[in-house]
């Protein structure tokens, strides 16, 4: 591990240690261990604002500090990002996502037929890159659903 990275985990280790207990932890339709954003399974806890904008974003009045279950990928995409509330953190990640992903989601889909006709190792690559893009079309719309309801905090 780099002195980068190190100096990066320290840092965050402190203002977890500083500012973690303002923020309340909230949970929507009890569902704990996924992924708030995407709906895959939550290993990290995003805070919201970020914990690094704290002392810039307890300026405004009406800010709510809360933590939630979220992937490890959205947590490193949305990351210290100056997001005041979840709403704007699932917007940028809406279309961090599309800009990630595009060449895949842009891939065209095969019918079995033509599948058929590749020797073994690139259908099994194609095979592979279309179920990755089945998942991550999968998350993207759990984002745009996230993005159309109305949750107020
Ligand atoms: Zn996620």
């Not at 965050?12 to 895959?40: D, P, R, T």
């Amino acid at each position: 591990m780099s002195i980068l990275n190190i100096r990066k985990l320290f840092n965050k280790a402190g203002l977890v240690k500083k500012y973690n207990s303002v923020y309340k932890y909230i949970y929507y339709e009890n569902a704990q261990f996924v992924c708030h954003y995407c709906g895959v399974s939550a290993d990290t806890v995003d805070h919201v604002p970020p914990l690094s904008c704290y002392e810039d974003a307890k300026i405004y009045s009406n800010i709510d500090f809360v933590k939630i279950p979220c992937c490890r990928e959205c947590n490193s995409l949305a990351g210290n990002k100056f997001h005041l509330n979840i709403f704007e953190r699932n917007e940028f990640l809406f279309n961090r996502y599309k800009k990630r992903y595009k060449k895949l989601l842009n891939m065209p889909t095969w019918d079995k037929k033509d599948l058929k006709e590749l020797g073994s190792s690139l259908r099994k690559k194609i095979k592979n890159d279309l179920n990755r893009k089945n998942i991550i079309e999968e998350r993207i719309n759990f984002i745009k659903n996230n993005l159309t309801e109305n949750f107020a905090l």
